[in-house]
């Protein structure tokens, strides 16, 4: 993703220098999904690492790195500095396995997408309600993908292949697994060897887990840059010291999905070869297999007790570890899991594998629990959204259980998706679950689920389609006022009509939430549909429709066909792309922006997510802004473009009011409201904006209409900007046609490039004249509102152009 320089060949120490007069100032950027290197940011190819490593740093130009001993030279201006991050998110190609995760990471947005509850009714039990809800959830994708993992290695190659002749004669590597093969043919040894691929999956998400937690959790956040004491329930969530630190919580919730997944593998050796021993009629070997199974139901009730005990602290950093939730939980389910593979492997002549194993019930009550648990949180998010109704937050508060439908639906297609394709493998030529088929198949209902899919993705074209043609009507409608904001200029039909595509391309964002409800909404009847169909039937979906209407029973036929290999196909292509977007900064910035929205959040509810940058970001920015302040004196405006906005934001919450007096935010780009206000309301709305505004005097935003991603930071009806904060939309592009001063056309920006409009110049100088005022003439602890900024512009209508200080009446980009 980011071009950035890897490698600096200097890193230049700062010394400690006492405060100037006039105080040093100092400009610090942060750049957005796309990435930048630090000669981009800082328009200099000579760069030093000032602070930081190859992941994450600081940079200065070479002539700026020693800033501090020579004052004199920076009077007026800011001495530019980069903090380059991009690396937190990408590198080589084999992080793009990390979106096989998306599941994970889906869900655990859900827990952030919580409406804000009334400040009069905070409604505390609610809020836990939602929270355990969520991490319930996640706890059942979790035993979900461990489930599927089984179903592969033990239903299908250890259970139903390793079991026929016919299927392990054709394959060499499983003759010795075939029946007459030896020590291992009996079922139960075969079970316990097949079990050990879902345990290493398990082990390998704990791997990942405690490797990220080690980078990104276990950040410390500086000492004293905000105080516990004053923190409480109503204060905004991302201003409170523990936010960032999640170390304890994550700590214990990887341990319980640890054991979790070694649970899940327990129990699906054990049911089986506990039901032959009942059927068989050996008391011993039946009352040990009752044994395990009593000892499996109170695993897994501790670890449910473990998920939903307590959720996150954030009133302050929680240093302290569980040590018997860590290591004691997964130690233990590791212990049951080794003796049912003792129990399996206990020999059992005449034992044969026949049918499928008990896999249906357990994937339909897997299936069955996610959609009671999304509803029950639908009605949570309701009865939380009445209490504070706010018209700008997506689907009216349901935005969270929304999200959580489409995390259980990405994995409930995948794992349909993975067992289809190995059972297509398996089978040969043949339909899995089909008369006359060599193998039973997997569980009827990752057939129906897997069906499902084409009339998704049909349902996804009509969507497409509808928004495609009302984006066509917007653009005709709009290039015909296009040429009225820029005076003076003959209008050009194929110039207006590009200015008013790139508007209403960026005004698709916006459609987010309807698209979003409709595939959710979508999503949850044909589940439904799929569950009942499975178990009223019992039979694969082209089974299921033979004999009723020809048409019926051919588009059953084609769905099955078509789901099992569009999921294969997705699979492998969502991979590539993956792969790609990390090593392309062209391809990322396509999709970089949901990514970087999704790896922002903590994992509050799902430890085996992709980790959390900002934990690292965040504590960074924190300590740069506080060390800098404290050591020089001097004044500090923070610059972030789009998802580098939000990370200034959040690291500007969390300073002290000494530091935060002696600092500015400039946004541009910023989706804090567009984006996160509308999704993540608790974090990001009105309320918790409109109180970091009155904490914060010193904050602009800047906007364009042709950016999909920023808008204004406190819109107010209809989106448009009604607050000194903003300042926007800025004219994009700056020239309608030729003139003297652009004799060649000017490029539509969108997103990029806010730097070089005289707009970002302006601002920010403002806003370091404002930080002198209040050094020179204000009351220490006092904000310095006292009038405007000296430069800055008022809010702007719709239809009209921002101009900045001092600009002609000419055509836009005009006056210099």
């Known amino acids: 993703m980011e071009r950035a320089d890897p490698a600096p060949r200097a890193e230049a120490p700062v010394p400690e220098h006492p405060p100037t007069d ?45 800033a501090e001993a020579h004052p004199e030279r920076y009077a007026g201006r800011a001495v530019p500095e980069a903090y380059c991050w991009s690396r937190l998110t990408s590198g080589n190609g084999a992080r793009a396995l990390w979106l096989l995760l998306l599941p994970f990471m889906v869900v655990n947005l859900a827990h952030w997408a919580r409406p804000a509850p009334s400040t009069d009714d905070p409604a505390p039990r609610a809020v836990r309600a ?66 050990l691929v879902p345990a290493a999956l398990t082990g390998l998400l704990w791997y990942l887990a405690n490797r990220t937690w080690s980078a990104y959790e276990s950040q410390p956040p500086p000492a004293g840059t905000a105080d516990p004491d004053a923190a409480s329930d109503t204060a905004p969530a991302l201003g409170r010291p523990g936010f ?57 009730v501790t670890v449910a007790w473990v998920v939903c ?41 005449g034992w044969t594998s026949e049918g499928r194993l008990p896999g249906d019930f357990a994937f339909g009550v897997l299936m069955l629990g996610q959609g009671l648990c999304v509803l029950a949180l639908a009605g949570v998010a309701r009865s939380l959204h009445r209490r504070a109704p706010d018209a700008s937050v997506a689907l009216r508060g349901l935005g969270g259980p929304a999200v959580a439908m489409l995390g259980c639906a990405l994995g409930g297609v995948m794992s349909a998706g993975v067992a289809q394709r190995v059972a297509d493998w398996l089978d040969g030529g043949a339909t899995p679950g ?135 196909f997705g699979c492998v292509l969502f991979v590539a792309w993956g792969r790609r977007a990390y090593r392309d900064p062209a391809a990322r910035r396509t999709i970089g922006i949901l990514w970087d929205v999704g790896t922002f959040w903590p994992r509050a509810a799902h430890p085996f997510a992709p980790p959390c940058y900002a934990e690292r970001a965040v504590p960074d920015l924190i300590w740069r802004m506080a060390g800098w302040t404290e050591r020089t004196g001097g004044r500090l405006v923070i610059s972030g473009h789009s998802q580098g906005s939000v990370l200034a934001a959040a690291a500007v919450w969390q300073l002290p009011p000494p530091v935060r007096r002696r600092v500015a935010l400039l946004t541009y780009g910023s989706p804090l409201a567009r984006l996160y206000g509308r999704w993540f309301p608790a974090y990001f709305g009105p309320g918790p904006l409109a109180a970091f505004h009155r904490e914060l005097d010193c904050w602009r935003n800047l906007w364009r209409a042709t950016d999909p991603i920023g808008g204004p930071a406190l819109p107010g009806p209809h989106g448009m900007a ?36 005289p707009a970002f110049a302006a601002e920010r100088d403002a806003l370091l004249a404002l930080l002198d005022r209040a050094a020179g003439g204000g009351v220490p ?19 009209t152009v921002s101009r900045g200080p001092g600009a002609s009446a000419g055509p836009p980009g005009t006056a210099g």
């Open 309 to 349: 005990r307590r959720g996150r602290t954030e009133d302050r950093p929680d240093h302290r570890l569980q040590r018997a939730a860590l290591t004691r939980l997964p130690v233990v389910a590791l212990a049951l899991l080794a003796a049912v593979l003792l129990y399996a492997c206990w020999s059992r002549p």
């Open 244 to 300: 960032w630190y999640g170390r304890r919580f994550v700590a214990r919730l990887r341990a319980a999905h640890t054991a979790a997944g070694l649970l899940t593998v327990a129990v699906a050796v054990a049911v089986p070869t506990a039901r032959h021993d009942r059927r068989a009629g050996v008391p011993a070997l039946d009352v040990l297999g009752w044994i395990l199974l009593a000892l499996l139901a109170a695993g897994a």
């Open 781 to 799: 602890g006092q904000r310095p509102s006292d009038g405007p900024l000296p430069a800055a512009s008022p809010p702007l209508v719709p239809g």
């Open 722 to 757: 009604l607050s000194e904060v903003d300042r926007g939309p800025l004219p994009d592009p700056v020239a309608y046609g030729r003139s003297a001063r652009n004799p060649l056309p000017a490029p539509i920006l969108g997103h990029a490039d806010y730097q070089a409009d």
């Open 22 to 66: 006039p105080p040093l100032a100092l400009e610090l950027l942060v750049h957005g999904v796309a990435g930048a290197s630090p000669a981009e940011l800082l328009g200099d190819p000579r760069t030093v690492r000032i602070s930081g490593d190859s992941t994450a740093a600081v940079f200065r130009r070479a002539e700026d790195a020693d």
């Open 434 to 568: 089909a008369p006359g088929a060599p193998l039973p198949g997997p569980p009827v209902l990752l057939s129906w689920q897997a069906a499902v899919l084409p009339p998704l993705l049909l349902v996804l074209a009509g969507l497409a389609a509808r928004f495609a043609v009302r984006g066509n009507r917007d653009r005709r409608r709009l290039a015909a006022s296009v040429a009225g904001e820029y005076p003076g200029e003959t209008p050009d039909r194929d110039r207006s009509r590009r200015i008013a595509g790139a508007r209403t391309a960026a005004a698709l964002t916006d459609s987010a939430p309807a698209f979003v409800a409709a595939v959710s909404g979508v999503t949850l009847v044909l589940g439904a549909a799929a569950l009942a169909g499975s178990w009223l039937s019992g039979e694969v979906p082209g089974e299921a429709a033979r004999g009723t209407l020809p048409p019926l029973e051919t588009a059953a036929r084609l769905a099955q066909d078509a789901g099992s290999w569009l999921v294969g």
């Open 130 to 195: 939602y929270g355990v809800l969520v991490r319930v959830v996640a706890l059942s994708l979790t035993v979900l993908l461990i489930s599927a993992a089984c179903e592969v290695s033990l239903d299908l190659l250890a259970w139903q292949c390793a079991g026929s002749a016919h299927c392990a004669g054709s394959r060499s590597w499983l003759g010795f697994l075939a029946p007459g093969g030896g020590w291992w043919a009996q079922p139960g040894r075969r079970l316990a060897l097949g079990a």
